[in-house]
């Protein structure tokens, strides 16, 4: 069975910053296509980035230069490293697996907030 | 960046009734990398479409997908109790970012 595990959120400040993980079980995250995808509080889905199988990465134009994504392949874990936080970064951060997304963790929440 | 519109933005039915979605790229999906998601009330999405009209594992017949270039349709041919939540587009072409529509939510009337 595919787990998705994310951990990692809570809540910052404006500007701080913030690491999020994501552990796979049943799934090999180096041999996938892996992305982050928030939802704002009572919003619609987000886009945030990916990473390919190939290491190659991507970002939404609202990250881009902000956001990091990578992975540990022995840790089999995905990783996003959130900088220079806004409050409109605050939303639900969901891992996905898949290109399309088949397998997802089940999120976790991050708060941006003086 | 490729924007998707979905509409409309609320679809009021009845149960046993026939839900259609429409979803509208403002330019061309390359090789129909468009796929729709249900999502429920504080769950994560869940796939039902790839590649515009298959089926993602243990989807019912009852939802189909339809379209390419820019028009793409979700149809769900009679609308179960589980079926009422908002469902998003999202195409996942060669060239990220991968974006998605603002969603349709299927409410019951």
């Known amino acids: 069975e595919v787990q998705l595990v994310e951990s990692g959120g809570g809540l910052i400040q404006p500007g701080g910053s913030l690491r999020l993980s994501c552990v796979a079980s049943?799934?090999?995250?180096?041999?996938?296509?892996m992305s982050w995808v928030r939802q704002a509080p009572g919003k619609g889905l987000e886009w945030v980035s990916v990473i390919y199988s190939g290491g190659s990465t991507y970002y939404a134009d609202s990250v881009k230069g902000r956001f990091t994504i990578s992975r540990d392949n022995s840790k089999n874990t995905l990783y996003v490293q959130m900088n220079s936080l806004r409050v409109e970064d605050t939303a639900v951060y969901y891992c996905a697996g898949g290109r399309p997304a088949e397998n997802w963790g089940q999120g976790t929440l991050v708060t941006v907030s003086s | 960046e490729i924007v998707l519109t979905q509409s409309p933005g609320t679809l009021s039915l009845s149960p046993g009734e026939r839900a259609t979605l429409s979803c509208r790229a403002s330019q061309s999906v390359s090789s129909s990398y468009l796929a729709w998601y249900q999502q429920k009330p504080g769950q994560a999405p869940r796939l039902l479409i790839y590649?515009?009209?298959r089926r993602a594992t243990g989807i019912p017949d009852r939802v189909s997908g339809s379209g390419s270039g820019t028009d793409f349709t979700l149809t769900i041919s009679r609308l179960e109790p589980e079926d009422f939540a908002v469902y998003y587009c999202?195409?996942?072409?060669?060239?990220?970012?991968?974006?998605f529509g603002q969603g349709t939510k299927v409410e019951i009337k």
């Open positions: 999202q195409q996942y072409g060669t060239s990220p970012p991968w974006t």
């Open positions: 590649a515009a009209s």
């Open positions: 049943g799934f090999t995250v180096s041999s996938n296509y």
